[in-house]
């Protein structure tokens, strides 16, 4: 199975749309595909700690595990601070 060179899978789904960063290990010729799907283990081929399937798109990552990029963290409109007052926007000196 061919190695992921990441740290967690969470940091593999963060390079979706980049080339992927690995290492050939088997025997029997290469596993890597710049289209296609294939399963990958990390974060080396020794450290077992995860694994996926990674599907590519000209060269570049484009799912992990069957999803995109993890979505950036929404903020509710409560949990904003009011900047229309000038002492919230100042704090307190």
């Known amino acids: 199975m061919m190695a992921a060179l990441y740290k967690t899978k969470k940091a593999l789904r963060e390079s979706i749309g980049k080339p992927l960063r690995y290492r050939e290990t088997s025997m029997f010729g290469e596993e890597y595909r710049a289209n296609g799907k294939f399963c990958v283990v990390g974060p080396s081929e020794h450290e077992r700690?995860?694994?996926?399937?990674v599907t590519m798109r000209g060269g570049l990552i484009a799912l992990v595990d069957g999803k995109g990029a993890p979505k950036p963290k929404q903020i509710a409109l409560e949990q904003l601070p009011d900047t229309t007052?000038?002492?919230s926007a100042l704090g307190d000196f």
């Not at 700690?49 to 399937?53: D, P, T």
Request: overall charge neutral; proline content about 12%; glycine content about 0%.
């Open 49 to 53: 700690k995860w694994f996926a399937e």
């Open 85 to 87: 007052k000038p002492e």
